[in-house]
């Protein structure tokens, strides 16, 4: 009677091993992105927070710094001043950013047409202005505006008419418009131009033998792929109209009369810490307007998304 052996296990086929089990966590990954982690915990999680305490707490007169819960905020909105500041920078917003964005556009499609003579020098020259300081720009424009010794009063001198005050109550938000615009055309061009140049000339030669006109061609191609480009450009804009502070802020030493220490949120914000010794309530201002300015260009850009799928 013979009996069955079981096979040895020499003879069985080779085959991969079952993975080992991983008895810790590898923690190389954090090693690449701890600095970025740390930097932006410091530079911009920890400010947030900390005016968000700021905001909690009120210096009394009796007590002392006092925990008063959401009062800066029922105060803020309820505030005249603030809400001046924010109906005043977004009527500059509404006005201003079509404008200049427009003019970017336009730029940006002239210089991608090939048809214009010089365009390195006409692309440097409209840049320009974005690398000079917005304190010098601003105080550059601010003599020009000047109506006894700028250039406004000598063209009254020289040709005996009076021009409006640029630097008057009426005048002085356009103004501030215009040394904006003039500020960041060139950037925002940059931004179009460089998204124009990306596009396919497969689809030029296609709408060439379709026989498009350059203005079907700009409708029906370039806008349509810039899309993404007029978005973010749009929302820096946003942002940057309601942090609008270096320019009302230097001309106010010009224009007294006109800009009042509450001209802008941003304005105000810093005007209640520093002059007014309320870094609580201050706070609680500015908070509020990260949010307003966190959901209308969350909005922005929601609506551009949408537009584009």
């Known amino acids: 009677m013979t009996t069955l052996e079981p096979p040895v296990a020499a003879d069985r086929p080779p085959g991969p091993r079952p993975p080992a089990k991983r008895n810790r966590r590898s923690w190389k990954g954090w090693g690449f992105i701890g600095p970025f982690v740390a930097v932006f915990a410091l530079v911009f999680l920890a400010p947030i927070a900390y005016s968000i305490y700021l905001s909690l707490f009120r210096d009394q007169l009796i007590g002392g710094n006092q925990f008063v819960g959401l009062d800066n905020y029922t105060q803020a909105l309820e505030d005249d001043r603030f809400w001046d500041s924010l109906i005043r920078v977004s009527l500059f917003l509404v006005v201003q950013v079509p404008i200049m964005l427009g003019i970017a556009l336009l730029i940006a499609l002239a210089l991608d047409s090939g048809r214009l003579y010089g365009k390195d020098f006409f692309r440097i020259a409209i840049f320009l202005p974005y690398a000079v300081p917005a304190v010098v720009a601003t105080l550059m424009w601010g003599f020009m505006y000047g109506t006894r010794y700028g250039l406004v009063g000598d063209i009254n001198e020289a040709f005996g008419v009076t021009l409006p005050d640029p630097l008057s109550t009426d005048l002085v938000l356009a103004s501030i418009g215009n040394i904006v615009t003039w500020e960041f055309v060139g950037y925002n061009m940059l931004i179009f131009y460089s998204a124009l140049r990306v596009i396919p000339h497969s689809l030029y030669e296609a709408a060439e033998i379709d026989g498009a006109g350059q203005f079907r061609v700009i409708t029906a191609i370039k806008l349509p792929a810039i899309r993404g480009a007029l978005v973010i450009a749009t929302i820096f804009s946003i942002i940057g109209s309601f942090q609008l ?65």
């Open 245 to 309: 502070f270096n320019e009302p802020n230097i001309l106010r030493q010009l224009a007294r009369n006109a800009i009042t220490t509450d001209y802008t949120p941003n304005f105000y914000t810093y005007s209640l810490s520093f002059s007014g010794q309320q870094q609580n309530y201050s706070a609680a201002v500015a908070i509020i307007m990260g949010l307003i300015t966190m959901v209308i260009a969350y909005i922005v850009q929601l609506r551009g998304m949408r537009k584009g799928a």
